[in-house]
């Protein structure tokens, strides 16, 4: 197709999508699914106007908007938690990141290397590619805002933010004993250090400061100035900040974009805590309430920021607004992308893969990490399916494929990751709206009796 004829066709579908929101999020079929199989309709496969490969050729390209999309959303996942930190669902964030993750990484490299052939190192690279957990395709099953306390979104939000801090030195390791003959004391040492520990720490620390700081500056001077004006440039600054600069210290860029969003929303608590409970101006509940739903977006004037709550309260929702942008949009360019891809790259062996990973592999390993918890078993289970794989996975595939991944490695890999995130994205997607309304219905079931006791 020509220029304008992909905008016609893109513009239809954006107003497609947009106008039947309601039925589809109703349906047992998501957004996401909906360009996915835009992407196969337009791709070879079926109408043969658009071809697109996943290699080495495309995988520049491929890294930029992908990372782009997973440092955006990274930060507003973040930014939505604003449950304290000793709240469970952080202890079971915490373990889906770390022990459930590193379950998942040597079940699929066990399985790889059992059942396809593939050598230790290779299938250690596609555990760490597949292993993480989403957190853009993931909305509907994550936070929603700053009041969903629901202990299930929390758990797998902060799960999603955390988990790239885990898979990344696993894929770094496969790649490096790809190139290496011999794994000697330095590597492990080196890799222990640096790529674990002080990814995770440096890459925590750095970005938290940045979002506590920076945050705290700005509301402070937009205060004093009684600007009014748009703050997602700040909240783009803070991304940017947190992430090069973690980037630069060879620490966890994409922890450093997560907690730095944590970090902004702990600013937003402490300027609510402190200052609302005194002011005429704020609604009484300001304290329980999120500082950005106390601001009217058709009322911005310099006579409505006049007190430090509405302040960060603009700064926070202009954050949101540009981050949630941003995020559908990078996630739904790259789930069309990937239907224009699969179909000529399908493979059997990458069904099979997540077959037993969505069946296998990652329940169990998210049931063994909890088995401590005292978490009920229904959430436990789901839980353990609603692992989906996205932007991460093609992130870390397109990483590969520029440090070093070529000839026949890199097409087997790419082709069983795409082949993982196609299926993901559908049988997911269409498993959500079902499972969370059973979901629903069974915690109404349990309110009612509790009230009627």
């Not at 936070?143 to 885990?166: F, I, K, P, Q, W």
């Not at 590597?187 to 925590?204: D, K, N, Q, S």
């Not at 390993?365 to 353990?384: C, F, H, K, N, Y």
């Amino acid at each position: 197709m020509g220029y304008f004829a992909w905008i016609l066709f893109i513009g239809v579908l954006l107003v497609v999508t947009s106008m039947a929101a309601g039925v589809i999020r109703r349906g047992p079929i998501t957004s996401f699914a909906v360009y996915l199989a835009a992407g196969v309709l337009v791709g070879p496969a079926v109408l043969g106007l658009a071809r697109l490969s996943f290699d080495h050729d495309n995988a520049g390209w491929l890294r930029a908007v992908t990372e782009t999309g997973l440092v955006v959303s990274l930060f507003i996942t973040g930014l939505k938690l604003r449950v304290p930190f000793r709240h469970a669902a952080w202890k079971t964030a915490a373990r889906l990141a770390v022990p459930a993750m590193l379950l998942t990484i040597g079940g699929v490299t066990v399985f790889t290397h059992l059942a396809l052939g593939w050598s230790w190192p290779l299938a250690l690279a596609l555990a760490a590619i597949l292993s993480p957990t989403d957190p853009v395709l993931a909305n509907l099953v994550s936070v929603d805002d700053a009041r969903d306390d629901d202990a299930l979104r929390v758990a797998l939000s902060g799960e999603a933010g955390l988990n790239d801090g885990t898979a990344l030195p696993f894929l770094l390791l496969a790649l490096t004993l790809m190139t290496t003959r011999e794994a000697g004391t330095a590597l492990w040492a080196h890799w222990v250090g640096v790529e674990l520990v002080w990814g995770w720490l440096a890459g925590i620390g750095l970005g938290f400061a940045i979002g506590w700081l920076i945050g705290h500056a700005g509301t402070h001077l937009r205060h004093l100035t009684q600007d009014v004006a748009p703050s997602d440039f700040l909240a783009l600054g803070i991304m940017a900040l947190a992430y090069a600069g973690a980037e630069l210290l060879h620490a966890s860029g994409f922890l450093a974009a997560f907690a730095a969003g944590v970090g902004l929303r702990r600013v937003e608590i402490h300027v609510a805590r402190r200052h609302s409970a005194d002011s005429d101006d704020v609604a009484p509940e300001g304290v329980s309430e999120p500082a950005e739903l106390l601001v009217r977006p058709n009322e911005r004037s310099t006579a409505g920021n006049d007190h430090p709550v509405q302040t960060v309260g603009w700064v926070v929702s202009d954050a949101l607004s540009f981050g949630d942008t941003i995020e559908r949009l990078i996630g739904a360019l790259l789930v069309f992308v990937v239907g224009v891809a699969v179909l000529p790259a399908f493979s059997w062996a990458g069904a099979l893969v997540a077959l037993v990973l969505f069946l296998g592999i990652r329940p169990a390993s998210v049931w063994l990490s909890t088995i401590r918890d005292g978490l009920p078993w229904q959430r436990r289970l789901l839980l353990g399916w609603f692992g989906i794989r996205g932007l991460g996975s093609l992130n870390y595939l397109a990483y590969a494929l520029t440090h070093g991944l070529a000839g026949r490695d890199g097409d087997d890999l790419a082709t069983i990751a795409l082949t993982v995130v196609a299926l993901s994205i559908f049988i997911h997607g269409m498993t959500t709206t079902p499972l969370m309304d059973w979901r629903g219905r069974a915690l109404e079931r349990r309110r009612q009796k509790a009230v009627t006791r």
